[in-house]
Structure formats: C-alpha cells, structure tokens
C-alpha cells in the first residue's frame, strides 16, 4: 500500500516537473533570448522605477534599486503565481477530463513554475546585490523561510481563484483591480514611513507587504524578524494554504461538472 | 442471478446514474449571477447523462461499447476510470489497475516530438524510467527517426496521430485497458500496424473496454458488446447481435 503511494507520488511529481517545463518553454517559445528574460526583466523594471523614484526617495530610501527590487521580486511570484493557477483549470479542461491525475497538480504546476521564476529572477538579484555592494549577512539565510511562507499563501490563494474563476469568468478582472490595489498597498516602490493613519494599518497588516518588509530585513540590514513576525507570517501562508485546499476540495465535483 | 457468492467480475458497474444539472442558461458571470438572484430566477434543469445504467466485465472480456453521439458514451468511461463520480449508483474495479488509452493526451504544439514523448508518456502515467527504455521504440514504431528535434507545429497531421498511437499503446498491457477511438489513424498502411499492435495488447489477457462509434471495430475484436443511447443501456451481449440492432436503429 504505501509502496502504491509512493510510485503515485513520485509519478506526479515527474508530470509536475514535465507540465512546468512546458509551462517555461512555452513562454517564451517565440523569442530570440528564451529564459534569459526570466532573468532581465526584474533588471530593466528595477533600472524604471529607479530612473523615475531613486530621486524622489532619496532621503527616506538608502539603496532605493534594492529597497524595489526586493518587493518586486517576490510580488511578481505572487501575482504570476496566482493569475496562471486562476485559469489552469479552464485552459487545462481537455486534459483534466481525461487523465487520471487529481487537479492539484495543475494548479501546483502553475505555482511552481512561478517558484522556478523566482529562481531565475534572484540569479538577477544577487548580481545587484553585489553590483551595490551589500555585504552578506548571515541573516540572508533565513530568506528560504520567507518563501516558504510566500509559497504556501500563493498556493492558497490560487485554490481559491482557480475554483472561483470555474464558475464564473468574471473574477479575473476583479482580480486584475484588487492587485493593482494590493500592490500599492504593498509598499514596493515607496516609503511606509511617509504613510499614517488608516492605510498604514492595513499595509502593516497585509500578509504580502510582511514577505516583503521581512526580505528587506534580513537582506539589507541584517536584522531576523522577531518571533511574532514569523508567527503572523506562517499563519497566514499555513492558513490560507488550508482555506483555499478546503474551497476547492469542497467543491471539487462540482467543478468538474460545470467543465 | 445464478451467480455463486464467491463470483466477483472485473468491473461492476451498478445502478450508475449521472445527472448534470444546468441551470437554465447558466449565470457565467457575477453580474448575470447578481441581477437573477435579485429577480429570483434561478431555474435549473436536471440532464441525465446515464439513467440507471448496470453491467459486469469479467476478467480477460473485450467489451465493446457502442451508441451514437452524446448517447453518454465518454461519460460512463470517464466514470469508471475515476475522473467522474457518478451521481447514483456505483462502479466497483481497482483503479490501479484502470489504464484509460487516448490519442495525443495534451500534446503541445510548440514543444518537440521528443519533448512531447515525455510530457505525454508522463500524463498517461508512464515513469520516467521507462521512456528512457523505451524512447527508441516509440520513434521507431511513428516512423519518425529524424523528426524528433523539431517542433510538432511543423508536423503533419498524420505524423502528429502516429506520434500519439506510438506513445499510448508503448507500455505492456496494464490488466484493465480502456481505448477512447484510437483505432482509425494515419494512412492505410499504418492502420494495419496500429490494428496490429492493439489485438496484441487485447490479446495479451487483459480486460479490455473498446469505444466506439464504428461497429465493424467492435464486431473484428470484441467478445460482447454494450449499446448506450440516450443514457440507457438498450442492449448487451454478442457483438454481431447488437451491433446489428444499433445499426438498424440508427440507420445505417
């Protein structure tokens, strides 16, 4: 018996691996540089926004290049991550219904083929890491933690949107809204410090806004983020993780149905 | 019946009744959704896919099914191969042993046939291990020695279904097989081997569910046959027989 399930197992994770690997070719099947994007994009957006910002945040920001390209980095795995999972079903639907695999490993494919961008996206990073001279710190390994966490809350919440989107199509372009608003309310290319009030509440509380403060912590000043910080950070992936696995658990046959 | 206690087929599919709802031109998005909640039109229809259909495979049988288009067909495959749950009744068989056969299961037209080799044969469920083993044998038996590196987009669709067959029908029989329409690709002579191949793993002992809506098919390889029409089972048992009454019916 658990010689069966461990062959299941390894068996989805070879297909997890081989759907991924489409997933990457397939996005950039048609261009002359390939995966080298993967890599340059995070550079060319980080050399924007500090062409337009590093002025304007000079006081507040010490290294602004840094301060954006760490938000950025880890919001685009979360936005990637859950805009593909969203769809999956629907742009999978000829294959689901005839392959004996359970859904999940579609919508993990489109999460991890996010988590393999990130891969790609840090080989750019730590190439600006050393270009602005940070110093390593012994705090940087903590920032596999960070992802975990990120991972967990991006899969979450991929459950919850792909169920969602089956039923009605209409949730992508909600969902396109409320990211622009979460990312301001992410603090990726500004200072929190200049915000008050109630906004300031809410980005303090906003479990993406917490990845990211937590990244810039221990990669530009060395500080690990406190107990409760990374209590406040695993609940949040952990329990979205189960909220979103329990949507769509419940309403597994229906979705099927309605494909 | 006449059964002993101790008799247990292969496959027993008992009661088996799927119902899909459809609401009545179904909301699709949130606003249609919003405005009929608010009218309190929510009108939903039951559509039966499969009314109450039950019959037995035994181990080592080749059972055709017939029936023509939307008759519930792919339904009741799907339901035995597990990627449905049926709304009432029940199909009893072990799963693990359920290999469900289908052409070019998400080819991708931007990769290469070998790329595809790999992607496909883990879909269908084969380890990496064995595609390495067997990745000469599939080219060989497409006949596509020389094609492999290039992308599938600038194959033809004949070398695209030939692809497809090498690669379904490359693993040694699993004990249940399930074949959705693969019998009928690529040119004349390709049939043949294709036909060939499939008796093969027919005739290597398994138990074998064959769809189609092609009666010769059943009739040269089947030992009983299944008309489904409309969700009901109409007739079971000798292939000629009841290919005969399908065709009559259907008029052909």
Redesign the interface.
């Known amino acids: 018996m658990a010689d069966v399930r461990h062959r299941k197992r390894s068996q989805y994770a070879f297909v997890i691996q081989q759907l991924t690997s489409r997933e990457i070719k397939r996005k950039y099947a048609r261009s002359y540089l390939g995966i080298v994007w993967s890599v340059l994009n995070p550079l060319l957006s980080m050399a924007v926004l500090s062409l337009i910002f590093s002025q304007l945040f000079r006081r507040s920001i010490e290294n602004y290049p840094i301060y954006y390209l760490t938000g950025y980095i880890l919001w685009q795995t979360f936005t990637g991550a859950t805009t593909a999972a969203m769809t999956t079903l629907a742009d999978n639907k000829p294959l689901l219904l005839k392959v004996k695999l359970p859904m999940e490993v579609f919508i993990l494919t489109r999460v991890y083929t996010a988590l393999i961008n990130l891969g790609y996206s840090l080989i750019a990073y730590v190439v600006m890491l050393v270009v602005f001279q940070i110093t390593p710190k012994w705090t940087m390994l903590l920032s596999p933690g960070i992802f975990l966490c990120l991972f967990a809350f991006s899969l979450g919440m991929s459950y919850i949107l792909a169920t969602a989107y089956v039923f009605f199509g209409d949730v992508k372009h909600l969902y396109t809204v409320l990211l622009t608003l979460w990312m301001y309310c992410s603090a990726i290319f500004y200072p929190v410090e200049q915000l008050q009030g109630f906004i300031l509440v809410v980005i303090r509380n906003n479990p993406l806004f917490l990845y990211i403060h937590s990244l810039r912590q221990v990669v530009m000043e060395g500080t690990p983020p406190g107990w409760s910080v990374w209590v406040q950070m695993a609940l949040w992936g952990g329990g979205l993780y189960l909220f979103g696995h329990w949507v769509f658990r419940k309403n597994r046959n229906r979705i099927i149905q309605r494909l | 019946m006449e059964l002993p206690t101790q008799y247990k087929p292969e496959i027993a599919v008992e009661h088996v009744t799927m119902q899909?709802?459809r609401a009545k031109d179904e909301?699709?998005?949130?606003?249609e959704?919003l405005i009929r909640s608010a009218r309190r039109a929510h009108k939903t229809e039951t559509f039966k896919a499969l009314d109450d259909v039950s019959f037995t495979v035994d181990k080592g049988e080749v059972v055709g099914i017939v029936g023509t288009n939307g008759s519930g067909k792919s339904t009741l495959l799907?339901i035995i191969?597990?990627?449905?749950?049926p709304t009432g009744g029940r199909v009893q068989v072990d799963?693990?042993k359920?290999q469900?056969l289908?052409l070019g299961?998400?080819f991708?037209m931007?990769?290469t046939g070998r790329?595809n080799v790999?992607?496909n044969g883990?879909?269908?469920?084969y380890?990496?291990a064995f595609i390495d083993a067997n990745y000469q044998k599939i080219v060989r038996f497409a006949e596509l020695e020389g094609f492999m590196e290039e992308k599938v987009r600038n194959y033809s669709s004949g070398m695209v279904s030939r692809l497809g067959f090498a690669i379904a029908t490359a693993g040694d029989s699993p004990e249940i097989l399930i074949l959705?329409e693969v019998l009928s690709v690529g040119d004349l002579f390709f049939r043949q081997k294709s036909e060939t191949r499939i008796r093969e793993l027919i005739h290597s002992g398994s138990t074998v569910l064959i769809v189609s809506h092609s009666p010769s098919v059943i009739r040269n390889n089947c030992t009983k046959a299944v008309w489904i029409e409309k969700g009901r089972l109409r007739a079971m048992g000798e292939p000629g027989k009841v290919c005969d009454a399908y065709e009559k019916k259907s008029g052909g």
């Not at chain 2, 909301?27 to 606003?31: D, P, Q, T, W, Y």
């Not at chain 2, 191969?81 to 749950?85: N, P």
């Not at chain 2, 883990?122 to 469920?125: P, S, T, V, Y």
């Open positions: 899909f709802r909301a699709s998005s949130l606003k959704l799907k191969a597990g990627a449905l749950i799963r693990d359920v469900l289908t299961t998400g991708d931007e990769l790329e790999y992607l883990a879909l269908i469920g380890s990496r959705d």
